[in-house]
Structure formats: C-alpha cells, structure tokens
C-alpha cells in the first residue's frame, strides 16, 4: 500500500500542477501550525506588543532560507533526507531518521492532545474522546484509496479555514495597523530566543522536509522541476507567516486595548475577549484544524524518513502511518502527555534542522549525488546561516532542560 500510486524512481513530465504543489506546501505549512505554534505566537505577542513583528518578519526570511535548500537539494538529489544523509556519511540517515521519528512521536503526542481539546472546546465532550474520534478522522484520510490527494485537499481546506476564521477574529480586535508596520520595521527591542523558537516551531524537525517529500512522492524532482519545487517551498513559508501574522494582529488589538490575556490558555483568551463566546468557539475549531494536521503532518514525515530501510516497510507505507497515528494517540490516552519525554526529545529535535540542512549542503557539492547541478551560493550561505542559528537553539535547550529531567 503506498500513499501514491506515482513512481517516485521515475520523474514526472515537468508542467504546471497548480493542486500539487500547493498541497505540498500547505502540508508543510499546516505541520508546523499547530498547537505550539497557536501559543507561542499569542505568548510573544504579548510580551513583545507591536515589536513581534519584526520577530515575524525575520523569521520567516529565515525560514525561506532552510526551506529552498533542503527542498530544492531533494529535488535535484531525488532522494529522500535520510538517503541523501546515508550517501553523504554512511549510517548518519539512520541516526537522522532516528531523531526524526522520536521527535515526531513526542510532539505527535501533544498534537493528539490538541485536537482534543478543541473538540472539548466546541462540542463540550471529554478531550480523550475528542482525541479518539481525531484519530479516526485522520487515520481515514489514508485508508483513502488516493491517500496523497486526500491528505492534500484536507490540509488546503483545514488551512485556508483557520486563515478565514482568525483574519475575522483579527478585525474584530481592531489592532493598530500603523504602529505593527512602525514597529516591524523598527523594532524597540529585539528578542533572539523569540526568533530561535519562531524558527525552530515553523521549520525545525521534521517539518521542513514535509513538503519536500511530498512532492517526491509525487513525483516532481529533477532540474527542470526546480522552479515548480522553489514555488512551492516559498508558498508554505509565505502561507505560515500569514497566519502568524494574523494571530499576531489579533493578539495586538486585544492587547493594545488594554485586557490581559488568560496565562493557563493566551491564544483561546485572544478569540474569547475579541468576539465573547463565540470567539471561543471558534478557537476550539481554530485549535482542533491545527492539532489535526500537524497529526497528518508529523506521521506523514516521520514514517516517510524510514520507508526507505525496508521493502515491506515501503510496500505497506500507510499502514505504518495509521500505526504511528494510532500509537501516538493510545500514549495520550492511557499515560498522558509525558513532559520528560517531550522536554528530552524536543531538545533532540532542535538539533534535527542544523545536521539534516548541514549534511544537505555538503550533499549539494557532491557530484555522486546532485550529478552536473550547481547550487546557488547565495543559497549555501543562507543555509549556513541557518543550521548555525539552530545549533544555538539545540545547544541552548540541551544545556538548560536535561538538567532538570535529572533532577
């Protein structure tokens, strides 16, 4: 069972596929808009106000950086991150793919939790049955005949609503337009730790490699694809900012009204107190459209990062999905949201960006692996960049949460 009936060892005539590659990048986009992504962006806005908006602004050039050199290098490479990582260093796919499943699992675990407590929020039922009939809803989608097309359209959909529902959320707040550019453009401060975790939520992990591997799949890769695979990695970067700027904007008109946000749950208080409780309903779909894609997301990646070891595995490629789906939501239900877990692999997971885009860019100069192709250097010291920033991240995480596990 494969998710795709295109072979992927065999590239696709080069032309316009309007519907592919926005699913590409709305599964990308989507995987990193969840939960987390929901709560931090209220979070730094309040503590930051207007000035979030440079954070934004810097973040999502940064994460056009990571985004066209991992994309474009899979393309050219036509293999998948984990392959490409095993011809770069022998054995370092495996250690890659590793941290990749690992932190796909964990975080998996709080997606599964996310999409229960939306359902918890809108129709008032448990957030463990909430839970379960997410899980039933996104194990559905691959039990499809044409699992790809159906992940595709159900990601487009759940994200375009979530954009329609907050931009509405976001005008009835009223923020100050004027004084967000102002202070986009010329910050009073600027916090390093907001854009490390900006950049590490939207494109760390698993996520940047969700479209990349997507468009594999369907087989879009070669030179010639280049243009439709840089269209496509720069439309999901351009669809997440737009939803972090809208939350940004809905956050900064409660704000600036002076109203304080609920510490226990910032992003539902954002919607309660601009539209009363229909505005919290409306958080509760918001929420539950994130949890539920990233879930497709995180499981869709992850298991594609070992489908490669194995043949049976890669014959029966959506029943290890369903599995990973399914595994994640039983640890939810039966033993909760395991925080040693989540604190020790999320410190893991920072590190997973800077060694897969590091070992991409090594690849990219590698004749046995991009043949005649030339990478732009413009995009090799973007990318390098890039993996320094997140090696920060990791290092920064590692140094100061696994002390506290031990303790």
């Known amino acids: 069972m494969k998710i795709e009936e295109t072979n992927t060892n065999k590239a696709l005539p080069v032309k316009s596929n309007w519907s592919l590659l926005m699913g590409a990048a709305f599964l990308m986009a989507t995987s990193a808009i969840g939960p987390g992504f929901l709560t931090q962006t209220t979070v730094f806005t309040e503590k930051l106000a207007a000035s979030f908006g440079f954070v934004i602004l810097l973040s999502i050039i940064i994460d056009i950086g990571a985004q066209l050199n991992v994309w474009r290098i899979i393309a050219v490479a036509g293999k ?3 392959d490409i990582s095993n011809m770069v ?7 890659v793919s590793f941290l990749v499943v690992a932190g796909g699992l964990a975080f998996n675990i709080g997606n599964i939790a996310g999409c229960g407590l939306g359902l918890n929020v809108m129709f ?47 005008i009835v707040s009223d ?8 202070k986009t453009l010329m910050p009073d401060s600027i916090d390093v730790m907001s854009i490390i975790t900006l950049v590490g939520g939207t494109v760390g992990g698993y996520i940047t490699f ?45 704000v600036s009204h002076g109203l304080s946000l609920d510490p226990t749950n910032p992003a ?14 409306i958080f ?7 949890a539920i894609t990233s879930v497709i997301g995180a499981a869709y990646t992850s298991v594609s990062f070992i489908q490669t070891f194995s043949p049976v595995l890669n014959k029966n490629y959506r029943i290890a999905i369903i599995a990973f789906i399914l595994f994640s939501t039983l640890i939810f239900v039966f033993v909760g949201k395991p925080v040693t877990v989540l604190i020790l692999v999320g410190a893991l997971n920072g590190l997973i960006l800077p060694v897969t885009l590091g070992t991409l860019l090594i690849a990219a ?26 090696l920060y991240m990791g290092g920064y995480t590692l140094i100061n949460e696994l002390p506290k596990i031990f303790q």
Request: charged share 10%; net charge positive.
């Open 80 to 82: 998948r991150g984990q």
């Open 89 to 95: 260093l022998p054995g370092l796919g495996y250690f």
């Open 124 to 170: 008032g039922i448990s957030p463990i049955t909430g839970a379960l009939i997410s899980a039933v809803i996104a194990i559905a989608i691959f039990l499809n005949r044409e699992a790809g097309k159906a992940m595709d359209r159900f990601t487009q959909i759940a994200g375009v609503g979530m954009i329609g529902l907050t931009l509405y959320v976001a």
């Open 175 to 182: 923020p100050p337009i004027s004084q967000a550019v102002s």
């Open 210 to 254: 969700a479209g990349g591997h997507r468009l594999l799949d369907a087989g879009i890769k070669g030179v010639a694809a280049l243009p439709q695979v840089t269209r496509s990695s720069v439309s999901g970067v351009v669809i997440t900012g737009i939803m972090r700027v809208i939350l940004f904007l809905a956050a900064l008109g409660v």
């Open 268 to 281: 539902a208080s954002v919607f309660q107190l601009s539209v009363g409780e229909i505005g919290y309903k």
């Open 284 to 290: 509760g779909l918001v929420m539950w459209a994130a």
């Open 365 to 390: 100069y590698k004749k046995t692996i991009v043949g005649d192709y030339k990478h732009p250097l413009w995009m090799t010291v973007f990318g390098t960049a890039v993996v320094v920033i997140m």
